[in-house]
C-alpha cells in the first residue's frame, strides 16, 4: 500500500502544483487585465480631458464674441440716443427763437404763390394720414 499512497500523495502533489499554477497564470491575467483597463481608463481621460478644454475654449469664445456684440450694440444705442437728444435740443432752439409771426407770414406767401402745390400737398397728405389711421383702426 505504500505504493499506493506514494501515487496519492504525488497526485495530490501534482494537483497543487498545476492548482498553484493556474493561480499564478489567473493572477497575472488579472493583473494584465487590470493594467489595460488602467491604461485605457487613462487614455479615455486623457481624450476627454481634451475635448472638455475645447469646448471651454469654444464656449469662452463665443461668449466673448456676444459679449463685444452687445457692447457695441449698446455704444450705438448710446450715440443713437445723443443724436436724438441733440436733436430734440436743436428742436427746442429753433422753437424758443422762432417767430411764430413771421413762420406765419412766409407760409401765407407761399400759399399765394402756389396754391396748386399747396393744395395739392394738403391732399396728399390728408389721404396718407387717412390711410395710417385706417391701418391703426382697421
Do not use: C, W
Request: glycine share 8%.
Amino acid at each position: 500500500m505504500t505504493e499506493n499512497n506514494r501515487r496519492d500523495r504525488e497526485g495530490k502533489e501534482n494537483a497543487s502544483a498545476k492548482i498553484e499554477q493556474a493561480q499564478a497564470a489567473a493572477a497575472e491575467t488579472a493583473d494584465g487585465a487590470a493594467g489595460a483597463v488602467r491604461k485605457r481608463t487613462d487614455s479615455a481621460h486623457d481624450y476627454l480631458s481634451e475635448q472638455t478644454a475645447a469646448i471651454e475654449e469654444t464656449f469662452k469664445e463665443k461668449t466673448e464674441e456676444a459679449a463685444d456684440a452687445a457692447r457695441e450694440l449698446l455704444d450705438r444705442s448710446r450715440q443713437a440716443g445723443y443724436n436724438a437728444a441733440d436733436r430734440i435740443d436743436s428742436a427746442s432752439d429753433y422753437l424758443q427763437d422762432v417767430d411764430l409771426g413771421d413762420v406765419r407770414q412766409r407760409a401765407a406767401e407761399r400759399v399765394r404763390e402756389n396754391p396748386a402745390i399747396v393744395i395739392a400737398s394738403a391732399g396728399v397728405a390728408g389721404l396718407l394720414i387717412g390711410y395710417l389711421l385706417g391701418k391703426k383702426v382697421g
